[in-house]
């Protein structure tokens, strides 16, 4: 364990001084506009800006080709089904 420590160490420390980076950036925002309803734009851009949400991606559509009928006609289990859980 200590080795997997080390091994990490000095990148953990630069993730975290990033994250109180960011932290301290977002508290004073808060801070400087106390009382005032929440600016949304205003407030995704210091996100956006920060690194701390990305844009939205363009959006893209899949499609598939020469699936054999086994995967294409047959569900699969479902998000919440006894199956997954």
Same mark, same amino acid.
């Given at each position: 364990?200590?080795? &997997? @420590? ?9 993730? @975290?001084?990033?994250?109180?980076? #960011?932290? !301290?950036? #977002? ?25 701390? &949400? @990305? +844009?939205? +991606?363009?959006?893209? $559509? #899949?499609?598939? $080709? ?10 699969? +289990? !479902? ?7």
């Amino acid at each position: 364990m200590s080795n &997997i @420590l080390g091994k990490f160490a000095a990148e953990n420390r630069s993730l @975290l001084a990033e994250r109180e980076r #960011i932290q !301290t950036r #977002i508290d004073q925002w808060h801070k400087a506009n106390a009382g005032n309803a929440l600016d949304q734009k205003a407030y995704q851009a210091l996100l956006l800006e920060l690194g701390y &949400i @990305l +844009p939205e +991606p363009v959006r893209f $559509k #899949i499609q598939s $080709k020469n699936v054999d009928a086994e995967v294409a006609l047959m569900a699969g +289990p !479902t998000v919440g089904s006894s199956l997954t859980q």
